[in-house]
């Protein structure tokens, strides 16, 4: 007890000093505003202030980087309602019904309920990184490919069975992602699969032009010349807009409460990222709601969940990075290259040989979600002025920051041309009733359980029973199961109905 005392005085002592403020501060703000505006990616921002953090102490360095991180997950849900554009991957779910709200007037409350349940499932998760980071490491340590294979099995069909309308459709939708994440290099062979000869397909689709594709541009298509072209109305902007109703705030904490939990816990295991626990407890909302029909109109529990799990999976995510040297994600990833730059290598030992760092970074989030609230709630009104002006305006300059944050992801003017044509395709998408998010999912996805599978059958030696002789993969693949057969469960119910009734 004394030794966590004295871990947290010495983090404490990092970073509530005068620089490690300062740089906290300019990166969770970098990190709001790139999480709102649609196009440009926390990855993308961190490569660019990557440089910065050379003349830096390498721990405050790393709380700036950290701070545009988990900053733009919260600024991410302001573009996702306000204009049903993600402005990050891991919050495209909040389109769902953060969109329909915000159609519904109610954009100031969901703008509120969002920052408030990112700022819990923040607290929630780094009360989890201090208490129990060394019992959840090991946990996650246990895991073999086998496991990872079937927890992202279990992920890849909440995909398809979760969105809106037809399971059968969903499940398409997340095989042609899984598809379109074959394209590129073969990691084990060095082959180039399904690059129909380009050579800019060689280190594959850019997911940062497939998901600025698939949901920025072909809003702005789907937007041309309909009704939601006429900008919507802005009322005079008062507190009691934003503060929820007592019923209101019923049906948001104990979702709060489920995506915080999920969050930490997905977002701890190495590999999965936010993406996959914001999917995970908005399938888990959805499935246990007694009105399971309101979502994706407009359902708060819809919103409150996934934040929650983004943000707790993004502190979460440094569980791994931290105690194990494991990347949480491409982000984390990120951060940790950060590291190795400033000549530290992130190992089980890191947290003794660095409590400066380790803690210092630990408490720093504590302070930067701090800043969040305060910054983010006061400037609510200004997010939801971006509806007052033209879509005629808004609209082209959208498209130049997505082109701009594509190009700016990889240099690549190939990659301009990809999100174009994804936009295209979205948009087709949309008028047949195919949901572009199991896309999404299938394409982050994709890789990682083909990386586990391979992994798996080379260590059994082809042998594919050792997925149900690990009691841990076989909760995971009767969960997949179980999922399926709940989604099948409606459809099988209607044609008994019918065959009764001939």
Same mark, same amino acid.
């Given at each position: ?9 010495i983090?404490?002592?990092? =970073? ?8 906290c501060?300019i ?7 790139? &999480?709102?505006?649609?196009g ?19 721990t ?12 733009s ?14 402005g ?9 019904d ?7 007037g109610? =954009? ?20 989890? %990184? ?11 340590l *246990?895991?073999?490919? =086998?496991?990872?294979?079937s ?6 069909v909440? +995909? ?8 059968v ?7 042609f ?8 290099? $073969?990691v ?8 129909? #000869?380009?050579?800019?397909?060689? $280190?594959?689709?850019?997911?940062v ?6 949901? #920025? ?9 309909g ?13 009691? $807009? ?14 709060? %409460? ?10 701890? %295991? ?7 626990a914001?999917?995970? +407890?908005?399938?888990? !909302?959805k ?5 399971? !029909? ?30 194990? *040297? ?6 984390? +990833?990120? @951060? ?23 803690? &210092? ?48 992801? $990889?240099?690549?003017v ?8 994804? *936009? ?46 690990r ?10 199961? @179980?999922l ?7 459809a ?11």
């Amino acid at each position: 007890m004394n030794e966590f005392a004295g871990n947290i005085a010495i983090g404490l002592g990092q =970073a509530l000093t005068a620089d490690s403020l300062l740089f906290c501060f300019i990166g969770v703000t970098v990190g709001t505003l790139v &999480g709102v505006l649609p196009g440009i990616g926390p990855l993308a921002a961190i490569s660019l202030a990557l440089p910065m953090t050379y003349y830096l102490d390498p721990t405050t360095g790393l709380i700036m980087l950290a701070g545009i991180f988990y900053g733009s997950q919260y600024g991410g849900s302001t573009a996702s309602i306000l204009l049903n554009l993600p402005g990050s991957a891991t919050s495209a779910i909040t389109c769902l019904d953060g969109y329909p709200l915000a159609r519904q007037g109610k =954009a100031l409350l969901a703008l509120f309920v969002t920052a408030i349940n990112s700022f819990v499932g923040a607290s929630i998760a780094i009360l989890i %990184l201090m208490g129990f980071a060394p019992l959840i490491a090991d946990l996650a340590l *246990g895991f073999s490919s =086998a496991e990872y294979f079937s927890v992202l099995l279990l992920g890849l069909v909440a +995909a398809g069975t979760m969105t809106p309308g037809s399971p059968v459709k969903g499940l398409m939708m997340v095989a042609f992602g899984i598809a379109l994440g074959l394209v590129g290099t $073969d990691v084990n062979s060095g082959a180039f699969r399904f690059t129909l #000869g380009l050579l800019d397909l060689s $280190d594959g689709i850019s997911l940062v032009a497939l998901a600025m594709g698939l949901f #920025g541009v072909s809003e702005v298509i789907a937007n041309i010349g309909g009704r939601a072209t006429r900008p919507m109305r802005i009322e005079r902007i008062r507190l009691r $807009d934003m503060w929820p109703s007592r019923q209101e705030w019923r049906e948001i904490w104990p979702p709060t %409460l489920r995506g915080s939990m999920i969050g930490s816990f997905v977002g701890a %295991l190495p590999g999965t990222g936010p993406g996959v626990a914001t999917l995970i +407890a908005y399938a888990t !909302e959805k499935r246990i709601s007694k009105h399971p !029909e309101r979502f994706g109109k407009g359902a708060l529990a819809g919103i409150s969940a996934p934040e929650a799990a983004n943000n707790a999976a993004v502190q979460a995510a440094f569980i791994p990075t931290l105690s194990l *040297g494991i990347p949480g994600d491409a982000v984390v +990833a990120m @951060l940790m290259g950060a590291m190795i730059l400033h000549g530290i290598t992130p190992s089980p030992n890191l947290i003794h040989e660095q409590p400066t760092l380790v803690w &210092g970074l630990i408490m720093s989030f504590w302070v930067g979600n701090l800043m969040l609230l305060v910054l983010n709630i006061p400037l609510l009104g200004l997010w939801v002025r971006l509806l007052s002006i033209p879509y005629n305006l808004l609209y082209p300059a959208i498209l130049v920051l997505v082109c701009v944050g594509v190009y700016a992801a $990889d240099n690549s003017v190939f990659d301009i041309f990809v999100v174009l044509a994804f *936009g295209i395709l979205g948009y087709v998408m949309r008028i047949l009733g195919y949901e572009a998010m199991p896309v999404l999912l299938g394409f982050i996805l994709g890789p990682l359980i083909e990386e586990h599978l391979r992994r798996t059958l080379l260590l059994s030696h082809g042998d594919m029973s050792i997925l149900v002789e690990r009691p841990v993969s076989l909760l995971f693949l009767l969960a997949s199961l @179980l999922l399926l057969a709940i989604s099948a469960l409606p459809a099988l119910r209607r044609r008994l109905a019918r065959m009764e009734s001939v």
